[in-house]
């Protein structure tokens, strides 16, 4: 039963990533902007000659229907075709772009559940208290905070007034990346032992890391904390400080494990989000990730790369919600047995 | 509801504290240390090189990677900062026109040798060439009076003319025309062939490595991220003074000012005319500028169904009068830019500063009423101007066309607003379907044919102008004119022409800026298309 439930979620899964690309494809198209502009400069866009090799060679002189065929069919390859602007295919751009993001999301998130959680909890346990209305403010904060000014904000005071942080990007200027292996450069520099470039790339990550989870975290915190108070409401909660449980046994083994798992679905989505990319702190921060890319590709109607990350993005926001609702059975055994 | 009880401070919290210290120890950690003049072996530039798509001299054309290019590669012959007038030479010793005025004859410095250690010879040039034209990428079209590349003798090669008529040695200054290691190329899977648009694969490498004779070998470049170029140890001058330059990427101008001020970065060629204005209180750092050869400026169209006024060229050229352009470069661009009198920007044959106060557009109200009058439109009358969500030297066109409609609106005239995303618009304008569009112009290479052939040809369509076979004869002539002092005046009749027709209003002509620090001087700016030979730069005394 489990394992048909999986497999009918995977199928699912997959439709819905298509169906994702068909919209973006026929919505690219429908703009009034001819791609070939965005691509070719004055000169070469005024010949003819050019133009007309430049829409075979990238197929755009095709009907709809067969350039979305063609785009079918190489991805049941496993290919995403070729980008029109780096001329080179978009899975060799995604793998350059994606561990990167990967590296930034992943510490944003392990960032916003180690401080949002823990948050969450202490506003419950002392609702309408001060710490309350501190961690209540600092969350109003974080979510309603523009990233770009956050980022800058950041950016001022840590690398350019207290010196801590060191510069925008991965690595300080002109220094050796680790050899590439997963292209993380946390996981590489550790595989190849070097303990310098590991602390370089971590230092490196944390503001932005910081400037990401600062939305995440208010999220998080506020779903932990009402769904917290929600939980220690009920009868059973109840019934366990009528046996003598100590308040802290309660709080963590019988609230919090089912307070949980509203928590676990935002999180997943919200790390679904860091990882699609975050356009303004990865500008700031000179981060050469994903976001980035996909913005680029999208002024320029870059039809390839623009599916290419649709498909990606659609896909990871359906497997993320996926291993949510997985999650699940080990959480709350009773989601099975329902 | 229960009284809930603090939790006790056993739990995660405290855990979560050592974490934060531990990444909070990592981050002090890092901090650079600071960089010293004295013994200054790399010099790190911040630029905004998210437009580089490529560094293959025969596929590469957007605005970034020349600076990178010309540090890589050099061109037979080249134009020194502040003259874009006259050539110089740089591989070819010298040149003359041959066969009659059909072809021109390089003659070759001896010693040259590539970054690889192989000679430069004839034959590397005529490879270059012919793979520039072959591969039919985007640069081919300015090399598309190159009729045939001959090889006279080791040292000596030809380049035969499509059409003499036209104009070719200027045009050869441009990194387009780099001269590369055909050895190298061809073990990379480089041709030259007819067949190269489908049988070249020399860019992958080339994208990664170069093969000129430039002072720098290009070693790496990780796209949206930084690229490196370390001093090419046999090159045939002195040897470059830096052991490796590193690009670093940026496009935030406010991060890149903080790292220059953190000295991170030894320049930061993406500042706002606001953020360099700031500058002057610091001592550590300078401003380099020179006048560029780009423009922005503003078309109207001569379409009386598209817009009835605009038909009529009394009411282009009140419109043309009603404007403060002195505010405009005063105002917006903090005095940082200057203005041709029409499509040849300043610097270039022929066209002067004095030449826009002798024939260019001033603000003239009066002379705008008398015109609209003239018009049968003393009543004003109403346009759309159309314009991309960009900006020119960190000044945005929302800015600069704000002010238009203000000044227009003083004599009446109405302009209607409309910003659009950059391919949206570019379609629209190249259809002829825009009433008035606020734009760019950016060179190719440094000779003013290619601006005066733009203006009368693919342009002048947008614009719906019929071009007179006279002017078009006139800017063939002085296209093909030997003598400077002779082709500016040929030019000064054109300019005057496209003046009175009013098609086209140029607003300003930027000067580049670039903050540099001072541990690094020569820092010399050039607006031949790559913003600074590296060559010249060195660390300061």
């Keep these: 039963m489990a394992l048909r439930y999986v497999l009918k979620r995977v199928v699912a899964c997959v439709l819905m990533a298509l169906a994702a690309t068909l919209v973006v494809f026929l919505v690219a198209h429908t703009v009034p902007a001819d791609p070939v502009l965005a691509q070719l400069g004055d000169k070469a866009s005024a010949n003819p000659e050019t133009v007309a090799r430049f829409r075979t060679r990238w197929g755009l002189d095709r009907p709809l229907w067969q350039q979305y065929a063609i785009f079918l069919a190489g991805l049941a390859r496993g290919d995403l075709g070729e980008s029109i602007a780096s001329r080179r295919p978009v899975m060799d751009d995604v793998r350059q772009y994606a561990p990167a993001t990967i590296e930034l999301s992943t510490l944003a998130a392990f960032l916003t559940a180690l401080v949002g959680v823990p948050l969450g909890v202490l506003a419950a346990v002392r609702r309408d208290r001060l710490a309350d209305h501190l961690v209540r403010l600092l969350c109003l904060f974080g979510v309603s905070a523009p990233t770009f000014w956050l980022a800058f904000l950041a950016l001022a005071l840590f690398y350019g007034g207290l010196e801590i942080a060191p510069s925008p990007g991965r690595l300080d200027a002109g220094a050796v990346p680790p050899p590439h292996v997963t292209g993380l450069f946390l996981a590489d520099s550790l595989l190849a032992r070097n303990w310098a470039t590991f602390r370089a790339a971590l230092a490196h990550m944390i503001l932005p890391a910081v400037v990401l989870a600062a939305s995440t975290v208010g999220l998080v915190t506020r779903t932990t904390r009402a769904s917290l108070l929600e939980t220690l409401g009920q009868d059973y909660v109840r019934t366990a400080r009528a046996k003598g449980v100590a308040e802290a046994l309660v709080v963590r083994r019988h609230a919090l494990r089912n307070a949980l798992l509203p928590v676990v679905t935002l999180g997943g989505l919200a790390y679904a989000e860091l990882l699609a990319g975050t356009v303004l702190t990865e500008t700031i921060f000179s981060w050469p990730g994903l976001g980035r890319y996909t913005y680029q590709s999208a002024v320029a109607l870059d039809f390839p790369a623009i599916l290419g990350m649709t498909f990606l993005v659609a896909a990871v926001y359906l497997v993320m919600s996926l291993i949510v609702d997985l999650s699940y059975v080990v959480l709350d055994p009773r989601v099975v047995r329902r | ?541």
């Design chain 2, 1 to 541: 509801m229960p009284t809930a009880r603090p939790i006790p401070s056993s739990t995660r919290p405290t855990r979560f504290g050592t974490l934060l210290l531990v990444l909070l120890a990592a981050l002090a950690g890092a901090r650079p240390s600071p960089v010293t003049a004295a013994g200054k072996t790399t010099l790190v530039l911040g630029i905004d090189i998210s437009d580089s798509r490529t560094f293959d001299p025969a596929r590469q054309f957007e605005y970034s990677p020349p600076t990178t290019m010309r540090a890589a590669y050099e061109t037979l012959v080249t134009m020194t900062p502040g003259d874009y007038v006259h050539v110089k030479p740089l591989l070819a010793k010298s040149w003359k026109l041959v066969d009659g005025g059909k072809a021109w004859q390089f003659q070759l410095r001896e010693g040259v040798k590539f970054a690889s250690g192989n000679p430069l010879t004839a034959e590397d040039v005529k490879f270059s060439f012919e793979r520039l034209i072959n591969v039919k990428d985007q640069p081919a079209e300015i090399a598309e009076n190159i009729a045939s590349v001959e090889v006279v003798d080791p040292l000596t090669v030809k380049l035969v003319m499509a059409d003499k008529s036209q104009p070719l040695l200027n045009i050869l200054s441009s990194v387009t025309f780099a001269v590369y290691d055909s050895k190298t190329v061809k073990a990379q899977g480089g041709t030259s062939g007819k067949d190269a648009e489908k049988a070249d694969k020399a860019t992958a490498w080339l994208d990664q490595h170069s093969a000129g004779t430039g002072p720098y070998v290009l070693t790496s470049w990780v796209r949206n991220s930084e690229l490196v170029l370390e001093r090419n140890k046999g090159y045939w001058r002195a040897p470059a003074a830096f052991e490796r330059v590193v690009i670093r990427h940026s496009s935030d101008s406010a991060a890149q000012l903080l790292a220059l001020r953190r000295g991170d970065l030894d320049a930061a060629f993406n500042l706002t005319p606001d953020q360099l204005n700031g500058l002057g209180r610091d001592a550590s750092l300078r401003i380099v500028s020179t006048t560029s050869l780009d423009f922005l400026y503003m078309t109207v169209t001569s379409g009386a169904e598209l817009n009835k006024a605009l038909g009529t060229r009394a009411a282009r050229q009140a419109l043309a009068h009603a404007i403060d352009y002195d505010g405009i470069i005063k105002g917006l661009m903090a005095g940082q830019a200057t203005r041709p009198a029409t499509f040849i920007p300043v610097g270039l044959d022929g066209s002067t500063e004095a030449l826009t106060k002798e024939i260019g557009y001033r603000e003239d109200l009066p002379l705008a009423k008398k015109l609209l009058t003239e018009a049968g439109l003393a009543g004003g009358f109403s346009f759309k101007l159309t314009y991309a969500k960009a900006a020119i030297a960190g000044t945005s066109y929302d800015v600069v066309a704000q002010k238009i409609q203000s000044d227009l609106a003083r004599v009446g005239i109405t302009a209607e607003l409309d910003p659009m995303d950059q391919t949206t618009l570019r379609t629209q304008y190249k259809e002829g379907k825009s009433q008035s569009v606020l734009t760019f112009w950016n060179p190719d290479a440094p000779e003013p044919y290619l601006w005066a052939a733009a203006s009368i040809q693919r342009v002048a369509k947008r614009v719906r102008w019929t071009v007179p076979k006279e002017l078009t004869d006139l800017v063939t002539r002085a296209g093909g004119e030997p003598d400077p002092a002779k082709q500016a005046g040929y030019y000064r009749e054109y300019q005057k022409a496209l003046v009175d027709q009013a098609n086209y209003i140029m607003l300003v002509q930027p000067v580049f800026r670039v903050a540099t620090s001072r541990t690094v001087s020569d820092f010399d700016l050039t607006a031949a298309g790559w913003v600074v030979d590296l060559y010249d730069v060195k660390p300061a005394e």
